[in-house]
């Protein structure tokens, strides 16, 4: 069980593009994704928090209008990369929390974006 | 501010052997804790957590919690290359809305 699928897997794109990035949780009900960003040899980063149904809450940082999360469903959270840039290029990961019956929810992690922006 | 704390690494150790994995964090209210493996260039993935202090096994992993004195570790017996990754030690509290605090990882490699 918990499982969650990120599509696509790696992506390449153009300067000055946007690129939608999905993650899905297949076997639970997510109300709490989490977004995250790694660069090589670096750890984990938090971004953002997406609730269904409620605007995003953003890490300090990391911004909003560039970096736009949607939390449609219980199973459905989007993060769309506007304007990318070289530097946008990186390794970008969800995870969907699994409510833990009153302890902090356990995170599942999709496998992960591969963002390559030329 | 909340910290997690975890050697870096790496940490070497030699098949077949125990490797010891720790993990110190600040926050006295801490509740739940968790160990992820993340092999280069994948995700991390959930090895297991642990709430109350004492031992928690799953197959050869051991997650022993003292919260006393604020650390939580992870064994991992009879190591195999396999086991060659780095390991993230992830903090949380006791209720949903508590953030997760993440250390860095250690890297861990079983020689043959």
């Known amino acids: 069980g918990a499982v969650v699928s990120q599509h696509p897997s790696w992506v390449i794109c153009k300067s000055g593009t946007s690129v939608k990035i999905e993650c899905r949780s297949l076997?639970?009900?997510?109300?709490?994704m989490f977004w995250y960003r790694q660069f090589p040899k670096q750890s984990l980063m938090l971004m953002a928090t997406?609730?269904?149904?409620?605007?995003?809450?953003?890490e300090q940082g990391v911004e909003k209008d560039k970096f736009l999360i949607n939390h449609a469903s219980l199973t459905l959270s989007t993060l769309t990369v506007t304007s990318a840039h070289p530097e946008d290029s990186s390794f970008y990961i969800c995870?969907?929390?699994?409510?833990?019956?009153?302890?902090?929810?356990?995170?599942?992690f999709g496998p992960g974006t591969r963002l390559t922006v030329l | 501010q909340k910290e997690v704390e975890q050697n870096s690494g790496p940490l070497s150790v030699p098949e077949g052997a125990i490797a010891s994995l720790n993990c110190t964090y600040s926050?006295?209210?801490?509740?739940?804790f968790f160990w992820y493996r993340q092999y280069s260039g994948k995700s991390p993935e959930l090895i297991m957590f642990?709430?109350s202090n004492g031992d928690k096994e799953d197959g050869r992993f051991t997650a022993q919690l003292n919260k006393a004195s604020q650390y939580v570790s992870l064994l991992i017996r009879d190591s195999q290359p396999s086991d060659s990754a780095t390991y993230l030690c992830?903090?949380?509290?006791?209720?949903?809305?508590?953030?997760?605090?993440w250390g860095a990882g250690t890297k861990l490699i079983i020689k043959p």
């Open positions: 995870s969907a929390a699994e409510p833990s019956g009153g302890f902090t929810d356990t995170q599942y």
């Open positions: 076997d639970f009900q997510a109300t709490t």
């Open positions: 997406s609730n269904e149904g409620s605007k995003a809450t953003y």
């Open positions: 926050d006295r209210g801490s509740q739940s």
């Open positions: 642990i709430y």
């Open positions: 992830a903090v949380g509290g006791m209720d949903s809305n508590y953030q997760l605090i």
